[in-house]
């Protein structure tokens, strides 16, 4: 972890601000979601990345799953097999109208 060297204090009400050029590099917008956890003598504030996704046709949650169309499509093994079978089996009505 390399030291940026920019300090800031704890308010009132427990909040520190993030430095604008920090959140520029990092991506981070108004109203970002970030974890926040303790690591031995540290605390580390990163911005969330859920890793567990979960399946558009199955609901089952899994890191495992495949993302497809930019991130768009998430489906489990299981579900993909089931969609591909099922466009399988429709597709003769698509090639038949082209």
Do not use: W
Not at 43 to 59: A, F, L, N, W
């Amino acid at each position: 972890m390399k030291a940026t060297g920019i300090v800031r204090k704890v308010d009132q009400l427990g909040r520190i601000v993030v430095p604008k050029e920090l959140r520029k590099t990092m991506g981070i917008d108004i109203g970002s979601p970030l974890e926040i956890y303790v690591e031995d003598d540290r605390v580390i504030v990163r911005k969330y990345e859920p890793s567990i996704k979960t399946c558009m046709v199955t609901g089952e949650s899994s890191e495992e799953h495949l993302e497809l169309a930019n991130g768009n499509v998430v489906l489990s093994q299981e579900a993909a097999k089931q969609l591909l079978d099922e466009l399988k089996q429709k597709e003769s009505r698509f090639v038949g109208n082209a």
